[in-house]
């Protein structure tokens, strides 16, 4: 009976990946992805080796959480909305101006955009950046269903409206 505890416990510690939180991510990376996100195949000096940056957070039901709650920290509401556009464009679409891949959105953040998107490179860490993505891409359903809400936080209703 004890044995048959035991693999039980042991089976539910390792069960689900969903939920795994690193509490104290890797610290930034020297460098910067570059070249990454690559715009064109074009390269001034011949091509450069590719990176092929891979976002840590993909799948990560805690990393879209807290992707949202950076989203809403760093005001990225105020132009882009709730994913549907505003002042900035709309992160909720199927045709992206520079890519809608992790490595795309990473550089967007990182590096800016012209006409109004400012660089966040070292503003924001790098890891809190690959949380703000994977934000974006649940709420593109890119993301898979188990682990991206079924309705967003702000769509939730207040305990204390709803006891009264």
Known sequence: MRTVAIVCALAALTACQREKRNVRPAPVQAAVFSYAARESPLEPGGALPQISPANPYEGNAFAISEG?????????????????????????????????????????????????????????????????????????????????????????????????
Not at 140 to 158: G, I, W
């Open 68 to 164: 949202q709650r950076l989203y809403e920290w760093y005001n990225c509401a105020g132009c882009h909305s709730h994913g549907g556009g505003g002042m900035g464009p709309p992160l909720i679409k199927t045709e992206w101006i520079y890519g809608g891949e992790p490595a795309n959105l990473f550089d967007s953040i990182v590096k800016g955009r012209p006409n109004g998107m400012p660089t966040w490179g070292g503003r924001i860490p790098e890891y809190q950046i690959w949380q703000i993505i994977t934000y974006i891409r649940s709420l593109n359903q890119k993301e898979p269903k188990s682990a991206t809400p079924a309705r967003s936080d702000e769509m939730e209703p207040h305990p204390e409206v709803h006891n009264k």
